[in-house]
């Protein structure tokens, strides 16, 4: 079964970090790119950031730039996000999923590549 599973989401106080993990079963992640996004409460989903698979050229949403860095581990199957310096506003469930950027200038917006189902996902709280 082709299945993405998201993990690491928990409270963590504003200025702190989360590093949340992908871990990928049934396929290999490395002919993939693969992406974060993210849901906040009243909110649509928006694309986060997303590791290429050829050359793992990496891209991020610009509220998260300088922030946030994501990472694979081929040999683990597995996609990170490092999220430091964490605010009230990045409070959401954290989904991955696979990915593809469109960047206009110094922008890029990630979108999801395929039309699968979404995962539960894990919630990252930051209270204000």
């Known amino acids: 079964q082709v299945q993405l599973v998201e993990s690491g989401g928990d409270l963590v106080q504003p200025g702190g970090s989360l590093r949340l993990s992908c871990a990928a079963s049934g396929f290999t992640l490395d002919y993939y790119p693969i992406g974060w996004f993210r849901q906040a409460p009243g909110k649509e989903r928006e694309g986060v950031s997303c590791?290429?698979?050829?050359?793992?050229?990496?891209y991020y949403a610009d509220s998260v730039k300088g922030r946030f860095t994501i990472s694979r581990d081929n040999a683990k199957n597995t996609v990170y996000l490092q999220m430091n310096s964490l605010k009230p506003e990045d409070t959401a469930v954290y989904y991955c999923?696979?990915?593809?950027?469109?960047?206009?200038?110094?922008?890029?917006?990630?979108?999801?590549?395929?039309?699968?189902?979404w995962g539960l996902g894990t919630q990252v709280t930051v209270p204000s």
């Open positions: 590791i290429s698979s050829s050359d793992n050229s990496t």
């Open positions: 999923a696979p990915c593809q950027t469109v960047v206009a200038g110094t922008s890029a917006h990630i979108v999801r590549a395929d039309s699968g189902s």
